[in-house]
């Protein structure tokens, strides 16, 4: 029996784009010790399939086996539901779940096997159950569609099932400086049943211009397809069938490629880890340090990064796309045979030309470089525009606001200038005011009191010219001098 861990979902697609890591290497890197050349991802395209080098059947053998085996594993990967106690069997879930989605939503689920894990704890007791195709596991992937109980005993979900390539389509020529969070939230409000967008990398892990779209609806993806086009932001992309990578047989006791353990003619079984031989492996003492038998690196022999499984899985991706298309080739053999009675066509006399080496320069894509060129200096010209526009936003309100102070600064003067005239005016009329004044001490009270206090003065005698009261003399006089000194100040200030 083959290696578990070397059972990945396997789709009816038969070949992968990229793995669990995205990276387009998956299917890019081959063995660089038997001298191949670096594989292209794998996709529906003529002018990346025809960039496939040329298969070496001296160096890498696929059997049979391995081909059979890649085309006939599960499809999707299961869906894994968790119960306490082993009283429910496999069938009675299968029967319980496919009655349920029957009366309730009116949907035909196709279950392709339910089993009970190899993995189930003592305690917990998983089961898998194997969905055969799109719509039914897009509409199981809701956990909402489930029943609640299988033979009244709850359950749970452990792990979510990853969303296989049945499921998944791929953009091409997604530019690299765009906002690639923009870019996700635009895709998702327009399509909702898209789960996730991932940027593809390449086996230099460098963001390249594929990326890959994860749904939850088949329809949706169906309808996509069918129209080869996706508009995001204004923008028209391609889109492709987003391809899974062909699974690869390896023997559980030798570790060998491309064949079961029923038909190894090795005696000894292998370990995969330390690579050493032994008659029971339940007791061998492993040293625990870890060695490929295919490479001699330090990784365990069924590891799918091993270079010599990559270039295993190369050629027999290879071989599954040449059947693909020689089964296309006899279609039309057949076509053309029963059309034209006087002359049959046969292929195999006409043998395809070897691919070149270097391809032709694709002026689509010089045209599509241009065009991501020019929508660039594009948006830099938006974001000179925007500056510029807040920038006149903000003048435009600055000069507003001096306006209005300018406004109120020439009130304010135009009051001042109100208030001084009115000063000026009051200053006049005081100053009227003041001058009557003086010219009535001046010229009429000062004169009356000097000849008053003459008067007085000459009262404050007798008759023998003697003064009577000296201190209303020496008053008199003091009042005298103050008014001719009162007066000398009026003339010298004028």
Same mark, same amino acid.
Not at 135 to 147: A, G, I, M, R, T
Not at 308 to 331: A, D, Q
Not at 439 to 453: Q, R
């Given at each position: 029996?083959?290696? =578990?861990?070397?059972?990945?979902?396997?789709?009816?697609?038969?070949?992968?784009?990229?793995?669990?890591?995205?990276?387009?290497?998956?299917?890019?890197?081959?063995?660089?010790?038997?001298?191949?050349?670096?594989?292209? =991802?794998?996709?529906?395209?003529?002018?990346?399939? &025809?960039?496939?080098?040329?298969?070496? =059947?001296?160096?890498?053998?696929?059997?049979?086996?391995?081909?059979?085996?890649?085309?006939?594993?599960?499809?999707?990967?299961?869906?894994?539901?968790?119960?306490? +106690? &082993?009283?429910?069997? +496999?069938?009675?879930?299968?029967?319980?779940?496919?009655?349920?989605? #029957?009366?309730?939503?009116?949907?035909?689920?196709?279950?392709?096997?339910?089993?009970?894990? #190899?993995? !189930?704890?003592?305690?917990?007791?998983? %089961?898998?159950?194997?969905?055969?195709?799109?719509?039914?596991? +897009?509409?199981?992937?809701?956990?909402?569609?489930?029943? @609640?109980?299988?033979?009244?005993?709850?359950?749970?979900?452990?792990?979510?099932?990853?969303?296989?390539?049945?499921?998944?389509?791929?953009?091409?020529?997604?530019?690299?400086?765009?906002?690639?969070?923009?870019?996700?939230?635009?895709?998702?409000?327009?399509?909702?049943?898209?789960?996730?967008?991932?940027?593809?990398?390449?086996?230099?892990?460098?963001?390249?211009?594929?990326?890959?779209?994860?749904?939850?609806? @088949?329809?949706?993806?169906?309808?996509?397809?069918?129209?080869?086009?996706?508009?995001?932001?204004?923008?028209?992309?391609?889109?492709?069938? /987003?391809?899974?990578?062909?699974?690869?047989?390896?023997? !559980?006791? *030798?570790?060998?490629?491309?064949?079961?353990?029923?038909? *190894?003619?090795?005696?000894?079984?292998?370990?995969?880890?330390?690579?050493?031989?032994?008659?029971?492996?339940?007791?061998?003492?492993?040293?625990?340090?870890?060695?490929?038998?295919?490479?001699?690196?330090?990784?365990?022999? #069924?590891?799918?990064?091993?270079?010599?499984?990559?270039?295993?899985? @190369?050629?027999?991706?290879?071989?599954?796309?040449?059947?693909?298309?020689?089964?296309?080739?006899?279609?039309?053999?057949?076509?053309?045979?029963?059309?034209?009675? &006087?002359?049959? /066509?046969?292929?195999?006399?006409?043998?395809?030309?070897?691919?070149?080496?270097?391809?032709?320069?694709?002026?689509?894509?010089?045209?599509?470089?241009?065009?991501?060129?020019?929508?660039?200096?594009?948006?830099?010209?938006?974001?000179?525009? +925007?500056?510029?526009?807040?920038? /006149? #936003?903000? %003048?435009?309100?600055?000069?507003?606001?001096?306006?209005? @102070?300018?406004?109120?600064?020439?009130? $304010?003067?135009?009051?001042?200038?109100?208030?001084?005239?009115?000063?000026?005016?009051?200053?006049?009329?005081?100053?009227?005011?003041?001058?009557?004044?003086?010219?009535?001490?001046?010229?009429?009270?000062?004169?009356?009191?000097?000849?008053?206090? &003459?008067?007085?003065?000459?009262?404050?005698?007798?008759?023998?010219?003697?003064?009577?009261?000296?201190?209303?003399?020496?008053?008199?006089?003091? /009042?005298?001098?103050?008014?001719?000194?009162?007066?000398?100040?009026?003339?010298?200030? $004028?």
């Amino acid at each position: 029996m083959p290696d =578990p861990m070397a059972t990945e979902p396997v789709l009816h697609k038969i070949v992968q784009h990229v793995g669990d890591t995205h990276h387009v290497q998956d299917v890019q890197q081959v063995q660089k010790a038997h001298g191949l050349q670096d594989i292209q =991802p794998v996709s529906n395209d003529p002018e990346v399939q &025809g960039a496939l080098p040329a298969s070496h =059947p001296e160096q890498i053998s696929i059997t049979t086996e391995s081909t059979r085996y890649a085309q006939t594993r599960y499809p999707f990967p299961p869906f894994i539901i968790r119960f306490n +106690s &082993g009283k429910v069997t +496999s069938n009675k879930i299968k029967e319980g779940l496919i009655a349920y989605c #029957n009366q309730k939503y009116q949907m035909e689920i196709n279950i392709l096997n339910c089993r009970l894990s #190899n993995r !189930s704890s003592n305690n917990d007791y998983d %089961f898998l159950v194997f969905l055969k195709d799109a719509s039914s596991f +897009s509409f199981l992937l809701d956990q909402n569609h489930w029943p @609640s109980t299988f033979s009244n005993e709850d359950y749970t979900f452990p792990y979510s099932p990853s969303i296989p390539p049945q499921l998944s389509l791929l953009i091409k020529n997604v530019d690299l400086r765009l906002d690639f969070n923009e870019f996700c939230q635009e895709i998702k409000t327009r399509y909702p049943q898209i789960k996730n967008v991932i940027r593809l990398k390449n086996k230099f892990n460098n963001d390249i211009k594929l990326v890959k779209l994860e749904l939850t609806s @088949s329809s949706v993806r169906e309808e996509l397809l069918l129209k080869r086009k996706i508009t995001v932001d204004y923008i028209v992309y391609d889109i492709d069938e /987003y391809l899974a990578p062909a699974n690869i047989l390896i023997c !559980s006791k *030798c570790m060998g490629l491309g064949h079961f353990m029923k038909q *190894c003619t090795q005696v000894k079984s292998t370990c995969r880890t330390c690579g050493d031989c032994a008659d029971d492996l339940k007791l061998h003492v492993c040293s625990k340090i870890e060695k490929c038998i295919h490479c001699g690196q330090n990784h365990k022999s #069924n590891s799918l990064k091993c270079q010599v499984v990559k270039s295993f899985r @190369s050629e027999l991706t290879r071989k599954l796309l040449s059947s693909i298309n020689c089964s296309t080739s006899s279609t039309t053999n057949n076509i053309n045979n029963m059309s034209n009675s &006087g002359f049959k /066509y046969f292929s195999s006399e006409f043998p395809s030309m070897p691919t070149p080496q270097y391809l032709p320069t694709n002026h689509n894509n010089t045209m599509l470089t241009k065009l991501d060129d020019l929508l660039g200096k594009i948006t830099e010209v938006n974001n000179h525009l +925007s500056n510029l526009e807040s920038k /006149y #936003n903000k %003048f435009e309100q600055f000069k507003t606001e001096k306006q209005e @102070s300018d406004l109120i600064v020439k009130e $304010n003067l135009n009051l001042f200038s109100k208030q001084s005239i009115e000063f000026k005016k009051d200053l006049v009329h005081h100053s009227l005011l003041i001058e009557r004044h003086d010219n009535l001490f001046i010229k009429l009270i000062i004169p009356m009191f000097e000849d008053l206090f &003459g008067l007085i003065a000459s009262q404050n005698q007798d008759k023998k010219g003697n003064i009577l009261d000296i201190d209303l003399k020496l008053k008199l006089e003091r /009042y005298l001098i103050q008014m001719k000194k009162a007066k000398e100040s009026k003339y010298s200030t $004028n």
